[in-house]
């Protein structure tokens, strides 16, 4: 027996189905707009964006659908990659004093002649839906999580874990849990996350010594490198969650319907051999990169219900 009691001789593992776990989130954040209408208050969420960076203009769109869907107000400001630092400072200024913005977010990667940390640091904490401002994080590092606002991220992460805990039975206090990455957008936050629920927590990162070793401790396993299928089965301790949060685009074989060669998206984790291994697992896509989005309109209903007192 393994991880809180889990057979090494059970089938493979739950698959978490982030798609799924989103739509249920999305369907209680256009509840809680609804219910805002009550008090005259419609969510806001302005996204900026600033070039033309093809990624970046595919994640803002999505974040604009979702955001229409659960019946915010959707603002998008798109300003030419030549826009000055100065130019960027005054119109996060002015969002910050429009009372119809309650989410406010500058779309990563900036132009490399813009400061992305003192934009960051612009935007008034109470509108950083994204989680990424100083304050936010100071929050979240004291364990305040009733006062931030968490990066979109490692909150839909924690949603997964705590869906995979009810489905195995588990309670997270005390239990190990090690992260791969140590990013201040996901490593980081997650890690702090699952202090907060008393887990006892190692950060992994390019430095670690003997990673395998590491991550077989973990009762809870969150990948967050950016490194196509690092983490293999032999790295799972049976009957762990796995949670991958990794989106890498890698060849696939053939080509497509216009001669350019296929490509498919993977995680960090080799799915097929970790799920033989774990007890839960998410896919790729489909798991933790459905529940971001989903997270970004439950920050911002959140940051509407604090902005009324509601
Ligand atoms: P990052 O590049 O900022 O950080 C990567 C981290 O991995 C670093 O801390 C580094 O130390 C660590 N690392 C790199 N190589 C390593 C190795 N060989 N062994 C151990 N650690 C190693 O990346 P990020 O922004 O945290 O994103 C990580 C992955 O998650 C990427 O694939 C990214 O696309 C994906 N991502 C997904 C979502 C989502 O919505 N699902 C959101 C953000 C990031």
């Not at 949060?245 to 053939?254: C, K, L, T, Y």
Request: aromatic share 2%; proline share 6%; net charge neutral.
């Amino acid at each position: 027996m393994s991880a809180q009691g889990r057979s090494t001789t059970d089938a493979s593992a739950f698959v978490l189905d982030g798609a799924a776990i989103a739509e249920g989130v999305l369907a209680k954040v256009a509840e809680e707009t609804r219910a805002l209408a009550a008090h005259g208050v419609t969510p806001g969420l302005a996204v900026v964006l600033v070039g033309d960076n093809p990624a970046s203009q595919t994640y803002i769109a999505g974040k604009g659908r979702a955001a229409k869907a659960c019946g915010f107000h959707s603002i998008q400001h798109t300003l030419p990659a030549e826009t000055s630092e100065a130019e960027l400072l005054a119109l996060v200024e002015a969002l910050n004093a429009d009372p119809a913005v309650h989410g406010l977010l500058v779309q990563l990667p900036l132009p490399e002649h813009i400061d992305s940390s003192r934009v960051l640091e612009a935007i008034a904490p109470a509108k950083d839906v994204d989680g990424f401002h100083p304050i936010n994080v100071g929050l979240l590092s004291i364990g305040n999580t009733s006062r931030a606002l968490i990066p979109c991220t490692p909150a839909g992460a924690m949603i997964l874990i705590d869906r995979a805990c009810e489905r195995l039975g588990w309670t997270l206090p005390g239990m190990e849990a090690v992260i791969i990455g140590r990013s201040n957008i996901v490593g980081k936050p997650m890690a702090q996350l699952l202090l907060a629920r008393h887990c006892t927590v190692t950060v992994a990162h390019s430095r670690t010594l003997d990673l395998p070793s590491v991550a077989r401790r973990a009762d809870i396993l969150v990948a967050a490198v950016g490194q196509p299928e690092m983490v293999r089965g032999d790295w799972v301790k049976p009957g762990a969650i796995v949670i991958d949060v990794g989106i890498n685009r890698v060849p696939a074989h053939g080509r497509d319907a216009s001669a350019k060669p296929k490509t498919r998206l993977v995680g960090d984790v080799a799915y097929a051999e970790a799920a033989a291994v774990a007890g839960a697992i998410t896919p790729v896509p489909g798991g933790v990169g459905r529940m971001t989005i989903a997270m970004l309109m439950a920050n911002t209903a959140l940051a509407a219900k604090r902005a009324v007192g509601v």
